[in-house]
């Protein structure tokens, strides 16, 4: 599986972006796909993740209500709809997303891309 995000940039605080995540490859045993998110100086965090099984979705407390997570399963992307941005929101965003095949679970990354908030 391979993970290509788009949609980063810089915006004012209370504005949006939405990111996408295109998946190529062996998409139909991704279990689940996620955003996670590294400010400078800080841990990689876990965003909002969303399942393949069932669709449902669940958010880091800080950006509940302000971020969407969603998947279009024809054209094997994700989003991250992001609104009500705030400066603390500033973050490299990664996608993510793992399957299980042959009795291993296998983890994939994008390249990430840089989300600026602004004052």
């Known amino acids: 599986v391979q993970l290509v995000e788009s949609g980063g940039g810089l915006v004012q605080a209370g504005g949006s972006l939405r990111l996408a995540c295109a998946a190529s490859g062996s998409t139909f045993s991704i279990r689940i796909m996620a955003w996670y998110r590294q400010a400078p100086g800080k841990q990689r965090e876990l965003v909002a993740v969303i399942s393949s099984n069932d669709g449902s979705t669940n958010y880091v407390d800080s950006v509940k209500g302000r971020f969407t997570i969603s998947r279009d399963y024809a054209k094997n992307t994700m989003y991250l709809q992001m609104n009500s941005l705030k400066p603390e929101d500033t973050a490299v965003y990664y996608c993510?997303?793992?399957?299980?095949?042959?009795?291993?679970?296998?983890?994939?990354w994008g390249q990430g891309t840089q989300v600026t908030v602004s004052s």
């Open positions: 993510f997303a793992d399957d299980f095949i042959g009795g291993k679970v296998n983890v994939y």
